[in-house]
Structures are given as structure tokens and as C-alpha cells.
């Protein structure tokens, strides 16, 4: 966090006048912060940076087209921040200031609050809340891993191991996650972290961390390396891309490679972080958090996390616009439905509202829909959604202290199935690579509808189990070899042919 100088006891004064005198505020400010008389963590946010006036066309190099979109929101944000950051360091006010959605987050004073939202330049003053990850659910009495097992059900049930058959594992295909944390020398983990070369380890541009201001959490705040602080994170890592070379291949890409950032405190976020962490994934820092490199960027993303309204994150379109971002850097963005089921339109959190983001419901091992996975349709959107579902009940994978379980379950274990899924598909023709509309329809159009069922619940949205796709299950539960099969014959027919 940028910081200024010692506060000198005039500018106290100063502020103090300011908020004696009456102002006419031109931003609006949420009435939770009005309410507060004691210092406030709060987002102040700026217009958002407009489309492009001329942009690249769709089948320039996605690398390029990541540079300049980069290039464009770090200009934008510079310039209409610039008042504001002026300010905050004349009254010696610590802030962190973003680019992919145009905010800066600070712990403001009430005096501040009124001074700033007194601005032309502010839009809005949102309070940055704290959001608790939803749960997932773990069964003490599932059966867990022993000495003789091998691949994980989840990871079979989905055909990816015909398609390792065909020698396509992920290879040249980077996975990230945003989550609780990573065990990165976990031995599913390690072989597989960008960050480990075989000898040394070096964690910049390979992993971020996003958690500055807690007390008393066991990784502490901005750890220099991966470290994960609930378990959750290690455990979808492993899913999508673990192999420990021996018994427990759990990673539905093990030759892929990962990366990571802790946007979660104990399993606690908040908008800043999560904003942090997608602006870290699209232009990737060194060690000390400098020069971005969007090249580094990785080529999916798994999401098992939410910012839910009840639990106060309201502020507006900031999180929607960084994911939005995301996918037009080219990036397969994966988000979990949630676990609000099995009613119907329980799909209703960020990141899985948004129209840009793939989203993930959960089977069992029968290809049942879980009680708890979220159902559609989502308020106000005609889009199908979840867009598929995969294995999420009694996931086996790692978990932290170098051990393995088979007691998870939600859709958080089934996202991570789907970010493998996608690795895949790019190993077999790299083209899809900076496309992930083309990875979403291939995805969709390749499930497995045959006996998926819904005992919980007989229709959502006017459309029952026998209707294909429907808001329950989606297109279908996944089917990476069906996939990776369709991949192949676009890679064959050439990029033109491709959905």
C-alpha cells in the first residue's frame, strides 16, 4: 500500500474543518460509511475506462490484444485518479489503487469521506466489506485415499485420462487460481508450480498475495510465497492440475503448469481483493509487485469463491468490469455456481452472474445433481446457466500438510474440473489459446446428458431433466474426451473452423 508522510496535527485540523462545513456531494456514498463516525476500509470509484474507439481485431495475436487493453485501463485509471491519490497523499492517507476496475481503496477517515465525496472526480464511496467464502461441504465418514489409489473419480469420470492416452496432459498450458492459498510444495502441487523449475524456487509472477491487514492469520500478510491458510485452495489446486508421479494423480491436467493469489483471508474476502488479485492474473508482478508482464498472464482462471449481496457486497459493477476484463485479456474465467441449492434461481453471486464468466454446478459419483449445487436461471439473464456441471460431491485431492481427501464437496471441487478441462483443450490446439468463447462452446456442446439426473428438484425456469440444456445441470456434466475430440478436429480443419 502506497503510504505518505507522518500526519502533521494542522492537516487533522484541516480535515475537521472540512467536515464542519457543509457540502454539496457530487458522489454517492454508501449509507454504511454515512452511519460511521470510526475510520472506514472504503472503495472509491471512478468512471470506468470506455471501450475502444479502435480496437484490434478478433483474431489478432491475444497477446497483443492483452498489451494494449492492459495499456489502456493503466492510462485511464492514471489519469482520473490522479487528483484523488494527489490528495490522499497531501493528508497522509495509505491507499492501494487498481486499474482493471477503476477504484482505490482506503481507510478513511468520516472526515475524508465527506471532503472526497465532495469531488467531481469521485462517482461513488462503497464500503469494502468482508465476505465469507462459501463453505463447502466435508464428510468426516467419506472414504478416504489409500496406499494403492491412483486417479481420482471425478478426474476418470470425466474421460481425462483418453485423453492423456492421445498425449495431451495441459503441457504448455498455465492454470491459475484465486483462492484460500496454495501448499505449493505439496507433492501433487510442487512438479506442477511455474514458480519451481526443478532446483530453486521463484515466486514472482508466479504467485500474489492480496491479504495486508490481518491479525493473527497463520500465513500472516503478503507472504513472500504460496501459502494457504484454510485448506480450500490446496484442494482445488490439486484438482486441476496435481500429480504427485505416483499414487494420487487428482489434476485433470497434470502437465499443465499453475499459478496463484490468496484473495481470501481464512476464507474471508473482500471486493478489494478480489479486484487485486483478477488485476494481478491479467498483467502478473515480480516479487516486490512491480512490472506487470501481461504476457505472463495465465490461460484460465478457477474461481470457487463469491461476493455475496447479504453479506454486504454492493458495490456495484467494480467486480463485474474486472472479470469482463479478464475474459477480453483472453483468459477462460471459471466460476463456481455456489451452494445455495437445490431451489431454484439460487444462482445469484458474483462472479457467477456474470455473463462473461463459465459457470460450474455439482454431480455425484451417479451423475446426480448435488442437493446443494445452485440452480438457474439467474435474475434478469436469459443466458443458461449453470453453463455444465462435473463431479463436485466427495472430491478426492490435496490438501494442506502434504496429505490427500476424499471429505470435500461443493462447487468449488467442481469448477477446478472444468479450468483442467479447458487446459486440456488448449494442449490439443493451441489456437484456442486467448479465445475462451471458442473453449466455452466446445465445452458446452460436448457434455453428457445421458442419465444426468435431478432428485432434488423437477424443473427450474419452465425447463425439467428431459429438457437439454436446462437451469439445473446447464448443457450437461462434463465430458473432456468428447471435448478434447471436437478440439482436435478444429485443430485439423484449421482455426477458421473453430465455434
Not at 55 to 64: C, F, Q, T, V
Not at 250 to 262: D, E, Q
Not at 353 to 366: E, N, P, R
Not at 454 to 461: A, E, F, Y
Request: hydrophobic content about 40%; proline content about 7%.
Amino acid at each position: 500500500m502506497k503510504r505518505a508522510g507522518t500526519v502533521l496535527h494542522p492537516r487533522l485540523l484541516a480535515l475537521a474543518c472540512l467536515a464542519a462545513l457543509p457540502t454539496a456531494r457530487a458522489a454517492h456514498v454508501d449509507p454504511r460509511l454515512v452511519a460511521r463516525h470510526a475510520d472506514a476500509d472504503a472503495l472509491l470509484v471512478f468512471e470506468a475506462a470506455p471501450p475502444a474507439t479502435t480496437p484490434l481485431a478478433a483474431d489478432a495475436d491475444y497477446k497483443l490484444r492483452r498489451r494494449v487493453l492492459v495499456d489502456r485501463l493503466r492510462a485511464h485509471a492514471d489519469a482520473s485518479q490522479r487528483g484523488v491519490r494527489a490528495w490522499l497523499d497531501a493528508h497522509g492517507i495509505a491507499y492501494r489503487s487498481y486499474w482493471i476496475a477503476n477504484v482505490i481503496e482506503a481507510r478513511l477517515p468520516r472526515s475524508a469521506i465527506d471532503a472526497l465525496a465532495a469531488r467531481n472526480d469521485v462517482a461513488r464511496i462503497e464500503k469494502n466489506v468482508t465476505i465469507a467464502m462459501p463453505q463447502p461441504r466435508i464428510d468426516p465418514d467419506a472414504r478416504q485415499p489409500d496406499a494403492t489409489e491412483s486417479i481420482s473419480w471425478g478426474v476418470a469420470k470425466i474421460d481425462a485420462p483418453e485423453v492423456w492416452a492421445l498425449g495431451d496432459t495441459g503441457q504448455g498450458v498455465v492454470i491459475a487460481g484465486e483462492d484460500t492459498g496454495y501448499q505449493w510444495d505439496h507433492p501433487a502441487l510442487k512438479p506442477h508450480y511455474r514458480g519451481w523449475d526443478g532446483a530453486t524456487a521463484n515466486h514472482g509472477y508466479n504467485w500474489h498475495d492480496a491479504i495486508h491487514d490481518s491479525t493473527g492469520n497463520p500465513c500472516g500478510n503478503d507472504a513472500p510465497a504460496p501459502c494457504d491458510d484454510y485448506g480450500h485452495g490446496t484442494h482445488t489446486a490439486g484438482t486441476f492440475a496435481g500429480d504427485d508421479g505416483g499414487t494420487h494423480q487428482t489434476g485433470v491436467a497434470p502437465g499443465a503448469k499453475w499459478i496463484g493469489c490468496r484473495n481470501m483471508d481464512s476464507g474471508d474476502g473482500t471486493p478489494a481483493r478480489y479486484i487485486e488479485c483478477m488485476q494481478w492474473m491479467l498483467a502478473p508482478t515480480d516479487a516486490n509487485d512491480e512490472n506487470p508482464d501481461p504476457d505472463l498472464a495465465p490461460d484460465v482462471i478457477s474461481n470457487s469463491w463469491g461476493c455475496i449481496p447479504s453479506e454486504g457486497c454492493t458495490v456495484g459493477d467494480e467486480i463485474e468490469d474486472a472479470v469482463d476484463n479478464i475474459v477480453a485479456g483472453g483468459i477462460f474465467f471459471v466460476a463456481a455456481a455456489a451452494n445455495d441449492g437445490p431451489a431454484c434461481g439460487t444462482i445469484s453471486n458474483p462472479p457467477a452472474i456474470y455473463d462473461a464468466s463459465f459457470v460450474v454446478g455439482a454431480t455425484d459419483s451417479s451423475d446426480a445433481m448435488a442437493d446443494f449445487s445452485s440452480r438457474g436461471p439467474v435474475a434478469g439473464d436469459e443466458l443458461i446457466r449453470p453453463d455444465l456441471s462435473a463431479p463436485g460431491v466427495n472430491i478426492c485431492s490435496s490438501v494442506p500438510n502434504s496429505q490427500y481427501s476424499c471429505s470435500w464437496s461443493g462447487t468449488s471441487m467442481a469448477t477446478p474440473h472444468v479450468a483442467g478441462a479447458a487446459a486440456l483443450l488448449m494442449s490439443i490446439d493451441p489456437a484456442l489459446k486467448g479465445h475462451p468463447d471458442r473453449i466455452a462452446a466446445i465445452l458446452r456442446e460436448t457434455t453428457v446428458t445421458d442419465g444426468v439426473t435431478d432428485p432434488w428438484n423437477s424443473g427450474c425456469g419452465g425447463l425439467t431433466m428431459d429438457d437439454w440444456p436446462n437451469y439445473q445441470a446447464g448443457y450437461g456434466r462434463l465430458d473432456v474426451y468428447a471435448a478434447a475430440v471436437e478440439a482436435d478436429r478444429l485443430f485439423a480443419d484449421g482455426f477458421e473452423s473453430s465455434p
